[in-house]
């Protein structure tokens, strides 16, 4: 549906920026959880047509768009500069900024609502399962994206939300709300409630070894789903790194386990039937030599032993995530149905089971790449 003719508010904010034409369609867009995104088509007289994406950023999630913004600045430009170097297309390779009329990097509306608008990356697709071959190909563009970030001056980088993968701080805001029980809920979900408390130590597993100094900060994507990656429709290689408002400063084996948690299994992030829920331990083998080809020697042994690690942690703490929300009254992940969130954490918590019961090949395929 053509949204932009009777919508006033997107027709105040597309007027911030100078578009080359006017604006024929708005749509909304993608699959994402968390920002309303739209595509702005423009169309000129002589017939060239240029799309755009444009995104409210979540007030929710995001409470300080000028921060979140100069990050996003920030990397796309050390990544063009990265881009260029190696003989690429930075226009393809990352994403990049629409100013506004006035020279921002993004718009507050009068209802006080943060949008940003990047070009459309044409001649792409963007992917919500994958076949082996494209699963190992969004590691190595995951893995690619860390290492071009690995001289990036980590500490000019807001923290876009504060917390986003302490494990412990996220067990902490679990027990806040459980003890809330806001809605009530929490006798429904005893089970998944029980699995939360028998892993509180898992949630001290990778803080403790970063505060030990085994394993180093860096900068990390943070929200590595195979859908935050676009693939050259033509190649079917991963060529751009999209959704980049958690960037900032953390562990590298974040990025790998949140890929190894939404993309090592053959099921929606929602299903409901838990007998279609399983880890798949040959696609965590292909993600792993992706991963380690994407990033090319830049990460130590320690980083490399503790991947499966960062598969368990951001699944388990994905669904500790999706619990807290439900117990909350589903305030941060955008619903379909009143109980997918809790949906969502069912799905998570097997596969911790699956990977706990097959940690010893996980270890064992890690070793593999140890220097
Ligand atoms: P969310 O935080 O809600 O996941 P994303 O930034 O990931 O938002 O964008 C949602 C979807 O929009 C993506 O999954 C992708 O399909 C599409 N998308 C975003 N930016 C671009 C772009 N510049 N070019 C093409 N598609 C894009
Ligand atoms: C959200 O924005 P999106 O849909 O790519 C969330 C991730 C979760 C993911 C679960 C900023 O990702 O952390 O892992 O949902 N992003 C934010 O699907 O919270
Ligand atoms: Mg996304």
């Given at each position: ?38 595509r ?22 995001f ?5 979140l913004?100069e990050?996003?600045?920030?990397i ?26 006035d ?6 509306d ?39 970030l ?45 699995f ?10 990778a803080?403790q ?26 190649t ?15 562990l ?39 991963f ?13 032993m ?37 949906d ?6 097997k ?8 940690w ?12």
């Amino acid at each position: 549906m053509n949204l932009f003719l009777n919508n006033p508010i997107l027709a105040e904010i597309l007027t911030a920026y100078d578009l080359p034409s006017a604006p024929a369609e708005v749509i909304r867009y993608g699959t994402g959880h968390i920002n309303d995104t739209y595509r702005v088509t423009c169309q000129s007289t002589d017939g060239k047509s240029s799309r755009f994406i444009l995104q409210r950023l979540s007030a929710s999630a995001f409470p300080d768009p000028k921060a979140l913004m100069e990050n996003f600045a920030g990397i796309t430009a050390h990544l063009r500069e990265k881009i260029r170097a190696a003989g690429g297309d930075p226009m393809r390779e990352t994403l990049n900024l629409c100013y506004t009329r006035d020279g921002n990097t993004y718009y507050t509306d009068t209802a006080g609502e943060a949008w940003r608008m990047t070009p459309f990356v044409e001649d792409t697709v963007c992917l919500q399962d994958a076949t082996p071959e494209l699963f190992e190909a969004s590691a190595r563009a995951f893995g690619r994206f860390q290492q071009l970030l690995q001289d990036y001056p980590a500490h000019t980088l807001h923290e876009s939300i504060a917390n986003f993968h302490n494990t412990e701080d996220r067990f902490a805001k679990f027990m806040a709300a459980l003890e809330a029980d806001k809605l009530d809920r929490a006798k429904n979900v005893m089970q998944e409630i029980r699995f939360v408390l028998d892993h509180k130590a898992d949630c001290s597993v990778a803080l403790q070894a970063f505060r030990e100094g085994i394993l180093p900060l860096r900068v990390t994507h943070n929200d590595t789903k195979l859908d935050n990656i676009l693939f050259d429709k033509e190649t079917l290689e991963g060529i751009c790194i999209i959704d980049l408002d958690t960037t900032m400063p953390g562990l590298s084996i974040y990025d790998f386990g949140d890929s190894i948690r939404f993309g090592a299994n053959h099921c929606a992030e929602d299903e409901k039937d838990l007998s279609k829920v399983n880890f798949d331990i040959e696609l965590f083998r292909r993600y792993t030599r992706g991963f380690l080809e994407g990033t090319n020697g830049s990460l130590t042994n320690a980083e490399v032993m503790y991947l499966p690690w960062g598969a368990k942690l951001m699944t388990l703490e994905c669904g500790i995530r999706f619990l807290t929300d439900y117990l909350d009254g589903d305030h941060y992940f955008r619903i379909h149905y009143p109980e997918q969130n809790l949906d969502r954490c069912r799905t998570q918590f097997k596969l911790v089971t699956d990977i706990e019961a097959q940690w010893q090949q996980l270890e064992q395929i890690v070793e593999e790449y140890l220097a």
